[in-house]
C-alpha cells in the first residue's frame, strides 16, 4: 500500500470536493487511516470544504465528529450551532458558540447565531447583541425586528421594520413582516394593502402575499372577494405547499385531500423536491391531519426526522400500520385531537400531577382587552373577592397582555386587587412534566390548541390549583384537555356567546373536545345567559340543564353617579346615540351606522352618533360616514371610566349579529339609559322591558330603514323615561352578590370563604 503524505492528502481532498465528490473525500481519508484523533486538520479541511459548498449535512456530521473530540474551532462552533437552531436545540447552541466566541462575540455571525439561541429565553440579551453593525445586514434586521413581534412590542417592531426597509428595498420579507405586524394590532385595511405591494413587486412571494390577503379577507367576512382570489391561485403554477396552506386556510379540507393525492401521484413519477414535502408535512401537522401524514409516510413520501420520531411515539406500530393500509380518503379522516379523545389521563399518578395544597383558583383568558367578556372577568374577581376570598389565592393566567394590541385595558384594575396575574407567553414545553407519549400527541395537535395547551399546562403545574376555570372559548377548550389530564378538582368551561359557528370561529375539533369533557364528572360547562346555554346544548347534542346559567354580575353603585352629569347637560332639541362595541363583523358597525343615518333622515330633532371601540373596521366606517354624510361622527377608543363612556350619551343603540348577554346593555340600564338592541343571543335577558320606554328589541336582522323607523317611533318615550326602573331592573337581576353566590356554586368544594 503505498503511503500518502498529509500533504498529498490535502491535495486529494480539494480535487474531490472540487468536483464535489464529498463522500469520495471521505472514504478516501478512512481508507488511507487518516483518523480524526490523528489528523484533525484534514477532517476540518473536508468539514469546511462541505459547509462552503453546500452539503450541510455532512459538514455538520464531521464538525460534530471533531467537536467530539476536543477539536474545538470558530468553524464548527457556527457550523453546530446554526444546525441546533434549526433543530431547536437553543440551549445547545448557546453553550457551543459562548465556550468558543465568549458572552459578547465580536463575530457577527456568532453575534447572530447567538442572539437567535437566546431570544425566546432572554430577549433583551438578544437585542443588545443585535447591534448596529449587525443591523446593516438584513437577516440581523430581520431578527431584530422579530424578537419585538414574538415579545408583543409591536410598535417599536413596525417601526423597526419600516426604518431598515428603505436600506434592502429588494427583499420583500420586510414588507412580510409589516404587513403580518399591522394584522397583530388590527389594522386590517392597511394589511392589505402591504400584501398587495408584495404581490404585485412579483417572484417568489406573490402567492404567499395573495394567500395571505385570501386569509385576511375571511377573517373580515368578505368571503366573495376571498375566493375570487383563491379560485385564480389555483389555477397558477404554485409549490404544493402553497397550494395546500391555502386550501387549510380555506378550511376545505376536501380540497386539500385532492391535492394531497395529485402531488402524491406526481411525486410517484418523479420523486423529489423533498424541501416542499418537508413544508407540507409541516402544514398538516399544523392543522391536525394526522392520518394523511402518516399515510405518505408508510407510501414512501420522505418526512423529516423530527416528524417521524413524533408519530412513531404517539401512534403505535398496529395504528400506523392500519392508516397506511387504507385509502387517502379514509386516512385523511384521522385527525387530533379527535383521535386521541379516549386517552385523555385521568390517572392521579399521571405525569405532571401534583395534588392541590390550598384552595387555588386559576382562570384562563386569552386577554384583557376592552370586552363584555374581559369586564364580566373583572366583575366577577370583584365579586368573590369582596364575599371574601383571599385574592393572594386567584390566579389568572393570559395568552397576551400586549399592550401595543390592547390587551392589557383592564390589567390596572385587576392588579389593584393583589391577586396573581400571570403572562402565558412565558410557559413552554420545557416548563411542564408531560409523559413522552403525551408530549408527542400534543405536538400532533392544531398549532393554536397545541400552543395553548403546553402553556395552560405549565402554569397548572406550577400553581396547582383545584379550580380551573376557562373564561371563553378558545380557553376552555386548552383547560379542558389540561384540567383532566393533570386531575384538577374542578374544571369549569365557559361560554360567553353563541356556539362558535355562528360567529364564523367553528373549529372542527371544538365540539367534539367539549363532548369529551363534559362526559367527566369534574367538568362544569356554563354560558352568561339561558339563550346561549341552550344554544351550545343543542349544537353539542347535550340533554337540557347540561349547560348551567352563570349571568353577567355589575357593580351598579360605579353606574348610579353618570345619571346626573347626563340630565344637566342634555338639550332637547339633539339626541345623543351611542354605541360601545368592537369594531368587528360580528358587531355589524357599518349597519349600525346606515341605521343612524336612516334615522337622521326622519327625525323631528338632531341625531348625533358617539362610537366607543377599536378593531379592524374602523376605516371602513370613516369611509362609510363620509358617504353618508356623517362628519360629526365622534369615534373614541376604548375608554375606562362610566362617565367618559355613557355621560355624554341619550340611548345605547346595539346591532350585533351574534351576542352572548352583552355587558354593555347591563352597564348603560345602570347609568339609566334607555337601549335598543337586536334580539339575538341573550340580549332579551339583558334588556329591561318592564316599561316600553326602558329597552327596544328589534328584530334579529333588521334593515337599516326598519330599525330606523321603529328607533323613531320609540325615542321620544325613551329619553324621557324613568332611569330609575332600568336602575332597578339590573340590581335585582346582575347584583354581585348572586354573581358571587353562583360562582361559589360552580366551583363547589373548590372555594371557601377565608
Known amino acids: 500500500?503505498?503511503?500518502?503524505?498529509?500533504?498529498?492528502?490535502?491535495?486529494?481532498?480539494?480535487?474531490?470536493?472540487?468536483?464535489?465528490?464529498?463522500?469520495?473525500?471521505?472514504?478516501?481519508?478512512v481508507s488511507n487511516g487518516f483518523s480524526i484523533e490523528v489528523n484533525p486538520a484534514l477532517w476540518t479541511l473536508l468539514a469546511r470544504r462541505c459547509a462552503d459548498l453546500g452539503a450541510t449535512t455532512l459538514a455538520s456530521d464531521l464538525f460534530r465528529a471533531l467537536w467530539e473530540v476536543g477539536v474545538v474551532t470558530q468553524d464548527a462552533a457556527l457550523t453546530l450551532a446554526n444546525v441546533a437552531i434549526r433543530q431547536d436545540n437553543l440551549q445547545d447552541a448557546e453553550t457551543m458558540l459562548t465556550s468558543?466566541?465568549?458572552?459578547?462575540?465580536?463575530?457577527?455571525?456568532?453575534?447572530?447565531?447567538?442572539?437567535?439561541?437566546?431570544?425566546?429565553?432572554?430577549?433583551?440579551?438578544?437585542?443588545?447583541l443585535i447591534r448596529k453593525d449587525t443591523m446593516r445586514r438584513a437577516d440581523g434586521a430581520l431578527l431584530a425586528v422579530d424578537i419585538l413581534r414574538r415579545t408583543e412590542r409591536l410598535e417599536e417592531a413596525l417601526k423597526t421594520a419600516e426604518r431598515v426597509q428603505a436600506k434592502f428595498v429588494d427583499d420583500p420579507r420586510f414588507d412580510i413582516r409589516i404587513a403580518r405586524i399591522r394584522e397583530s394590532l388590527s389594522d386590517w385595511p392597511k394589511a392589505l394593502e402591504t400584501w398587495e405591494q408584495v404581490a404585485i413587486s412579483g417572484g417568489t412571494t406573490e402567492f404567499t402575499a395573495?394567500?395571505?390577503?385570501v386569509r385576511l379577507l375571511l377573517r373580515m367576512e368578505r368571503g366573495e372577494q376571498a375566493q375570487a382570489i383563491a379560485a385564480e391561485l389555483l389555477r397558477q403554477e404554485a409549490r404544493l405547499s402553497e397550494?395546500?396552506?391555502?386550501?387549510?386556510?380555506?378550511?376545505?379540507?376536501?380540497?386539500?385531500?385532492?391535492?394531497?393525492?395529485?402531488?402524491?401521484?406526481?411525486?410517484?413519477?418523479?420523486?423529489?423536491?423533498?424541501?416542499?414535502?418537508?413544508?407540507?408535512?409541516?402544514?398538516?401537522?399544523?392543522?391536525?391531519?394526522v392520518g394523511a401524514s402518516v399515510w405518505l409516510q408508510s407510501h414512501g413520501v420522505p418526512a423529516p426526522r423530527s416528524i417521524k420520531d413524533v408519530v412513531e411515539i404517539a401512534l403505535s406500530d398496529e395504528e400506523r400500520r392500519r392508516i397506511g393500509r387504507g385509502t387517502f380518503s379514509s386516512a385523511i379522516t384521522n385527525r387530533a385531537p379527535e383521535m386521541f379523545l379516549d386517552r385523555i389521563s385521568i390517572d392521579r399518578s399521571a405525569a405532571g400531577y401534583r395534588p392541590a395544597?390550598?384552595?387555588?383558583?386559576?382562570?384562563?383568558?386569552?386577554?384583557?382587552?376592552?370586552?363584555?367578556?374581559?369586564?364580566?372577568?373583572?366583575?366577577?374577581?370583584?365579586?368573590?373577592?369582596?364575599?371574601?376570598?383571599?385574592?393572594?389565592?386567584?390566579?389568572?393566567?393570559?395568552?397576551?397582555?400586549?399592550?401595543?394590541?390592547?390587551?392589557?385595558?383592564?390589567?390596572?384594575?385587576?392588579?389593584?386587587?393583589g391577586l396573581n396575574i400571570h403572562r402565558l407567553a412565558g410557559f413552554g414545553a420545557e416548563t411542564c412534566v408531560l409523559s413522552e407519549q403525551d408530549q408527542a400527541r400534543i405536538a400532533l395537535f392544531p398549532r393554536q390548541l397545541r400552543s395553548d395547551i403546553i402553556q395552560t399546562a405549565g402554569l397548572v403545574q406550577r400553581i396547582k390549583p383545584n379550580v380551573l376555570h376557562g373564561w371563553q372559548d378558545r380557553s376552555a377548550l386548552a383547560c379542558g384537555w389540561v384540567g383532566l389530564t393533570n386531575n384538577v378538582d374542578r374544571v369549569v368551561l365557559s361560554a360567553r356567546n353563541m356556539q362558535p359557528?355562528?360567529?364564523?370561529?367553528?373549529?372542527?375539533?371544538?365540539?367534539?373536545?367539549?363532548?369529551?369533557?363534559?362526559?367527566?364528572?369534574?367538568?362544569?360547562?356554563?354560558?352568561?345567559?339561558?339563550?346561549?346555554?341552550?344554544?351550545?346544548?343543542?349544537?353539542l347534542g347535550l340533554s337540557d340543564g347540561a349547560v348551567q346559567t352563570l349571568q353577567n354580575g355589575i357593580r351598579t353603585d360605579t353606574f348610579r353617579s353618570v345619571l346626573g352629569r347626563r340630565h344637566r347637560n342634555r338639550q332637547a332639541t339633539e339626541i345623543m346615540i351611542g354605541g360601545v362595541f368592537r369594531l368587528a363583523a360580528n358587531k355589524r358597525p357599518l349597519l349600525w351606522l346606515q341605521t343612524l343615518a336612516e334615522l337622521r333622515a326622519i327625525s323631528p330633532v338632531k341625531i348625533k352618533a358617539r362610537l366607543i371601540g377599536r378593531g379592524p373596521?374602523?376605516?371602513?366606517?370613516?369611509?362609510?360616514?363620509?358617504?353618508?354624510g356623517f362628519n360629526d361622527l365622534q369615534m373614541e377608543d376604548s375608554l375606562n371610566s362610566a362617565e367618559e363612556i355613557y355621560g355624554p350619551m341619550d340611548v345605547l343603540l346595539l346591532m350585533?349579529?351574534?351576542?352572548?348577554?352583552?355587558?354593555?346593555?347591563?352597564?348603560?340600564?345602570?347609568?339609566?339609559?334607555?337601549?335598543?338592541?337586536?334580539?339575538?343571543?341573550?340580549?332579551?335577558?339583558?334588556?329591561?322591558?318592564?316599561?316600553?320606554?326602558?329597552g327596544l328589541l328589534l328584530p334579529s336582522d333588521p334593515s337599516a330603514r326598519q330599525a330606523a323607523f321603529m328607533l323613531n317611533e320609540w325615542l321620544p318615550e325613551a329619553v324621557n323615561g324613568a332611569a330609575d326602573v332600568r336602575q332597578n331592573f339590573v340590581e335585582n337581576r346582575f347584583g354581585m352578590a348572586a354573581l358571587a353566590s353562583a360562582t361559589r356554586g360552580l366551583y363547589g368544594n373548590g372555594v371557601e370563604d377565608s
Open 357 to 417: 395544597t390550598a384552595d387555588k383558583i386559576l382562570i384562563i383568558n386569552a386577554t384583557l382587552a376592552a370586552g363584555g367578556a374581559e369586564r364580566q372577568l373583572l366583575a366577577l374577581c370583584t365579586a368573590i373577592i369582596e364575599a371574601g376570598y383571599d385574592a393572594a389565592n386567584l390566579h389568572l393566567g393570559f395568552f397576551s397582555l400586549s399592550a401595543d394590541r390592547g390587551h392589557d385595558h383592564f390589567l390596572n384594575e385587576l392588579t389593584a386587587f
Open 617 to 628: 373596521f374602523r376605516d371602513d366606517i370613516l369611509a362609510l360616514a363620509k358617504v353618508l
Open 100 to 128: 468558543v466566541f465568549g458572552d459578547y462575540p465580536d463575530d457577527i455571525e456568532a453575534r447572530l447565531l447567538l442572539a437567535h439561541a437566546c431570544a425566546d429565553d432572554n430577549p433583551d440579551r438578544a437585542l443588545e
Open 1 to 29: 500500500m503505498v503511503s500518502i503524505s498529509v500533504a498529498g492528502a490535502r491535495k486529494e481532498v480539494l480535487h474531490l470536493t472540487k468536483k464535489r465528490d464529498f463522500l469520495g473525500a471521505y472514504r478516501f481519508l
Open 501 to 539: 359557528k355562528k360567529r364564523g370561529m367553528m373549529q372542527r375539533y371544538a365540539a367534539p373536545l367539549f363532548q369529551a369533557f363534559n362526559r367527566d364528572s369534574r367538568v362544569r360547562l356554563t354560558a352568561n345567559a339561558s339563550a346561549c346555554a341552550k344554544d351550545y346544548e343543542k349544537w
Open 243 to 289: 397550494k395546500v396552506l391555502l386550501a387549510a386556510n380555506l378550511g376545505s379540507f376536501g380540497l386539500v385531500t385532492s391535492l394531497l393525492q395529485t402531488g402524491f401521484l406526481d411525486w410517484r413519477r418523479n420523486p423529489n423536491d423533498f424541501e416542499d414535502w418537508t413544508e407540507v408535512y409541516r402544514i398538516l401537522l399544523d392543522h391536525g391531519m
Open 656 to 694: 350585533s349579529r351574534v351576542e352572548g348577554l352583552p355587558n354593555v346593555i347591563l352597564e348603560a340600564h345602570a347609568t339609566g339609559l334607555p337601549v335598543a338592541a337586536c334580539n339575538v343571543g341573550g340580549v332579551a335577558e339583558a334588556l329591561c322591558q318592564e316599561h316600553p320606554s326602558s
Open 210 to 213: 395573495r394567500s395571505n390577503q
